[in-house]
């Protein structure tokens, strides 16, 4: 057991040799049964897990465990694919700063640069800006391609450079998450505010739970304080997804019903797509309060016990003054649910997508057990649109390219994709 801060935690039991024999074989069985790109489960993989077998079978240590697993499925080439333990005592900047970033080259050599740091969340409270930069976790010097990773239930000390070029140090408390929460501190979910006269801005930083009721209130309460706006930017920079709350969204970009798409286990479905999708279940309106779940539940059993597509469809919430005056911004981190939201836009012709081209991550995903407290997660179907497009692998170009100045943001706290955003909608 170690403690720090007045929180216990229990590292995992280290498992025995047969133990990591046996897990190993259980992850494989697994992504055999459910990966949903079995295509890729071929005899370059098979190679790979004989390489990768030793330095698994043969790990001196629970870390070193998990990274060798972790690096046998890096081989694999796709999103939602992880493996850790139960009782995970470390976690990504995403979850426990509320922060992503990018590497570049610094006058202190190839750091990582803060890209996005969501209001409310670690890093925010601590202090820290984009444009910073990284330069130490906990006295250890980072450097790309390493990712920098933070205890959980302890206080990490981050060293970076702030913007006005002084180097600083930050110490940020990475509570354990509560329930199934996958963030630490929740940053503000959702932020608006009028830019000028006309212009209304509404950031989401993530959209947390499965169906996503309080991030979908949260959204329209949001534009409705917004009054009477003729343009609109979402900002969707730095969200990597979540649950169905995107659809609210969605239905913020049309006045109609509009289906959206469908994740389908490719492997079991065997059907005509194109004409059956016509025939699967809609969800098409997510519930004003949690009350309501038991009869969502209810209503869309028999399909999910069928292992039958459900079709996301807007909700119709009907004309708004700011349609057809949307812009969306993105970047290399808008992810899974956010990218549903950007591939529908750009589907329906709804808005114009400003930023970085996405991340082209999306896929539906699960995780199983496979021994001794530890969990594979794996994907296991892939997202179409309505009109059949794939986006795993495939980022969606922005219809504006503008990229993340981070110089600019270090010397003048300037936006300049929010710039861009506002002067291609005054154009019209």
């Known amino acids: 057991m170690t403690a720090s801060a007045g929180t216990v935690t229990v590292s995992p039991i280290q498992p025995s040799e047969k133990d990591r024999h046996t897990i190993l074989e259980n992850v494989l069985a697994a992504l055999k049964k459910r990966f949903y790109a079995p295509e ?14 030793p330095l698994i079978e043969r790990a001196a240590t629970t870390d070193a465990f998990e990274e060798a697993v972790s690096a046998l499925l890096a081989e694999l080439h796709t999103s939602h694919l992880g493996f850790f333990h139960s009782s995970a005592s470390r976690a990504s900047s995403r979850a426990a700063l509320s922060a992503s970033y ?8 190839k750091r990582w640069i803060f890209q996005n740091v969501h209001s409310g969340g670690a890093a925010d409270l601590a202090g820290i800006q984009p444009g910073n930069i990284l330069l130490r976790v906990d006295g250890r010097e980072i450097v790309p391609p390493e990712h920098p990773v933070f205890a959980m239930g302890a206080k990490t000390v981050i060293d970076f450079v702030a913007n006005d070029d002084q180097e600083k140090t930050a110490s940020v408390d990475v509570a354990r998450p509560k329930g199934k929460k996958l963030h ?35 959204i329209s309460e949001a534009v409705e304080s917004l009054d009477d706006i003729h343009k609109l930017i979402i900002d969707l920079r730095g969200n990597t997804g979540g649950g169905i709350g995107a659809l609210r ?77 949307i812009a969306l911004l993105v ?33 539906s995903a699960t995780s199983v057990k496979v021994g001794k407290g530890f969990r594979l997660a794996l994907p296991t179907g892939v997202y179409r649109t309505w009109n059949g497009s794939v986006y795993e692998g495939n980022p969606i170009e922005p219809d504006l390219p503008s990229e993340f100045e981070w110089r600019d943001r270090r010397v003048a706290s300037t936006d300049r994709q929010l710039e861009s955003a506002v002067d291609r909608l005054h154009k019209g």
Request: proline share 7%.
């Open 331 to 363: 970047d290399r981190h808008t992810a899974s649910a956010a990218e549903m939201i950007v591939a529908f836009a750009r589907e329906n012709n709804l808005a114009t997508i400003i930023g970085e081209k996405t991340a082209g991550r999306l896929l």
């Open 40 to 53: 890729k489960l071929n005899v370059d993989w098979d190679a790979a897990v004989e390489q990768h077998r």
């Open 184 to 218: 630490f501190i929740e940053p503000t979910l959702v932020e608006s505010r009028r830019l000028n006269n006309d212009v209304g801005y509404l950031k989401v930083a993530m959209f947390p739970g499965m169906v996503g009721v309080v991030v979908a209130n949260r």
């Open 102 to 109: 990018l590497a570049d080259d610094t006058p202190y050599g």
């Open 249 to 325: 969204v969605m239905s913020l970009l049309t006045p109609n019903r509009i289906p959206v798409g469908f994740a389908i286990d490719q492997r079991r479905y065997k059907g005509n797509l194109e004409s059956d999708k016509l025939a699967f279940p809609r969800f098409s309106r997510i519930p004003q309060g949690t009350k309501y779940l038991c009869l969502l539940g209810l209503r869309f059993a028999p399909a999910m016990m069928a292992k039958k597509p459900i079709v996301l469809e807007t909700e119709g919430l009907g004309p708004k003054p700011f349609h057809g005056r």
